[in-house]
């Protein structure tokens, strides 16, 4: 079954820049579209990316989505990092011989 | 603005039945595609199941395939989970979400804040 990859946790400090990756198992990532959701603590998780690089109206454009076919993989990038971008996220993806829905285990961002 | 409501959470023993629903409002419950999303505590995301816009299609993730059915009430709105044979390891919030479009690949783009189910005896 496809299944996607993302590193346990990262940490960068407010201002910067973070990259999150998402990496597929099998296939082709870009055959799917890819989803990132945000999930603070306590929270239901909310969505930050859609459709590989849409953002839903309300979520700031320091929130940006990737695909690289070469590696197979997704990316989220969170630029001008605030202490209020800490929380868990996830990437999600579809997989096509099954039908079913596949999140990422998720990521950690710790902003410090 | 989109709002989902679940209800129907709590304790059940295992082996018994619940059912959840999600209540939506504030766009067009009947067009669009709905999933159920469950993360058990402690836990990332799980997909659950799916449903098309007028109920003639779901999908079931395998952990949960033939013990769970979800459908839909286009009339009033709502969205319903039915989980029978329940185990311990179905212990989750449970969150239902809209779907971004109606296609097979499409994720979520708006979420409920989610109900608890717990199985224990």
């Known amino acids: 079954n496809f299944m996607l990859t993302q590193p346990h946790s990262v940490s960068e400090s407010p201002g910067k820049t973070v990259t999150i990756s998402c990496t597929g198992s099998?296939?082709?990532?870009?055959?799917?579209?890819v989803q990132w959701y945000q999930q603070r603590p306590g929270s239901a998780p909310t969505t930050v990316i859609y459709?590989?690089?849409?953002?839903p109206s309300g979520v700031p454009d320091r929130f940006s989505g990737s695909i690289d076919s070469s590696s197979n993989s997704a990316s989220l990038t969170i630029s001008e990092l605030k202490t209020e971008d800490e929380a868990d996220y996830y990437c999600?993806?579809?997989?096509?011989?099954?039908?079913?829905?596949?999140f990422g285990g998720g990521t950690q961002l710790t902003v410090l | 603005e989109v709002q989902l409501v679940e209800s129907g959470g709590g304790l059940v023993q295992p082996g018994g039945s619940l059912r959840l629903s999600c209540a939506a409002s504030e766009f067009t419950f009947s067009i669009y595609w709905m999933h159920w999303v469950r993360q058990a505590p402690g836990k990332g995301l799980e997909w659950v199941s799916r449903i098309n816009s007028d109920g003639s299609s779901t999908i079931y993730a395998d952990y949960v395939k033939g013990r769970f059915t979800i459908s839909r009430d286009n009339a009033k709105n709502t969205l319903y989970l039915q989980m029978n044979s329940l185990r311990a390891e179905d212990t989750a919030v449970y969150y239902c979400a809209r779907a971004a479009g109606n296609y097979y690949g499409s994720g979520s783009l708006y979420w409920g804040q989610g109900t608890l189910v717990t199985v224990s005896s």
């Open positions: 099998s296939g082709n990532i870009a055959s799917n579209y």
């Open positions: 999600q993806s579809y997989d096509s011989t099954n039908q079913r829905r596949v």
């Open positions: 459709e590989d690089n849409q953002r």
